[in-house]
């Protein structure tokens, strides 16, 4: 696919299909993502793939409460991927303090949307999420409090269909000079 017609073709994905995601196609994802760029290099990311169902059930009960329930869709995709942020290379960690710009995080989304990207190619769908109960899943992924984890995303066969874009105009985003 010519490569903007894929950045056009992924969405966030919010229904799925249970049929299970190929193997090979959840490691060519995590082959884009370790391909990505990061500041000194410093990859300062983990990828863990929950395919187990009753952990997977338990992850995606972390993204919603009686509250707050716009991830419920969580529980249908076949797949969670769990990003986990590491600390930085000491020169990048250096580098974001001295410049005050949070290169992890930058390193984190590359590395995310370069796996996104890669599912959308292999007709996939995706959607990242940011809000979810980070200690609940902390215990259940036993993650050392050293490290953070930045975003779930969940992978599946897409069981609904894209709107249009909402983004804003070319010119509230670029100026020339
Ligand atoms: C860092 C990050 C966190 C996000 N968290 C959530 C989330 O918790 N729940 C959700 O449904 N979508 C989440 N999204 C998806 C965004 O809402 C979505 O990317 C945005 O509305 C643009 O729509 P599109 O992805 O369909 O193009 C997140 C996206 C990013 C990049």
């Known amino acids: 696919m010519e490569f903007l017609e894929l950045v056009k073709t992924r969405y966030s994905v919010r229904r799925y299909k249970p049929d299970p995601v190929p193997e090979e196609d959840v490691m060519s994802c995590l082959e884009a993502a370790r391909l990505a760029p990061s500041a000194s290099n410093s990859q300062p990311w983990e990828f863990i793939v929950i395919k187990t169902p009753e952990l997977r059930k338990h992850i995606a009960e972390s993204t919603y409460s009686r509250l707050i329930s716009f991830n419920k869709f969580a529980l249908q995709a076949p797949l969670i991927v769990a990003v986990i942020m590491k600390k930085g290379h000491i020169l990048s960690q250096i580098g974001a303090s001295l410049q005050g710009t949070p290169y992890q995080l930058i390193d984190i989304g590359i590395a995310a949307e370069h796996f996104c ?7 996939l769908g995706t959607c990242m999420l940011g809000w979810f109960n980070e200690k609940k899943v902390r215990k259940l992924l036993e993650i050392p409090k050293s490290k953070k984890i930045a975003l779930l995303i ?7 269909s894209p709107k249009p874009k909402q983004r804003k105009e070319m010119n509230a985003m670029v100026q020339k000079l």
């Open 117 to 123: 990207l890669q599912a959308a190619e292999r007709g």
């Open 154 to 160: 969940t992978v599946g066969y897409p069981a609904d």
